[in-house]
């Protein structure tokens, strides 16, 4: 193996290293951005649970006044 040839050897090593350290960044920021959204997403559905529930009440208390013949 000549000089030249390691060193071309070395280089490639070093870019090759280079390029997983910079795809493990990568990984590590889209698992992080996954976590975030999974949060946000269980937050929705709470959300929208919550107004359904809501909407329930109201649809009954609505319900309520209009058989108890009051007008609003």
């Known amino acids: 193996m000549t000089l030249e040839s390691s060193m071309r050897q070395l ?3 070093q870019s090759v290293e280079s ?4 795809l493990h960044k990568v990984m590590d920021d ?12 269980e937050a929705l ?7 359904k529930n809501h909407e329930e009440k109201v649809k009954g ?12």
């Open 19 to 22: 390029n997983i350290h910079g």
């Open 61 to 72: 208390l609505q319900a309520q006044i209009a058989s108890s013949g009051l007008t609003v």
């Open 30 to 41: 889209t698992s992080v951005t996954r976590l975030q959204l999974e949060a946000e997403i």
């Open 45 to 51: 559905k709470e959300e929208l649970l919550f107004m």
């Open 11 to 13: 280089a490639m090593h």
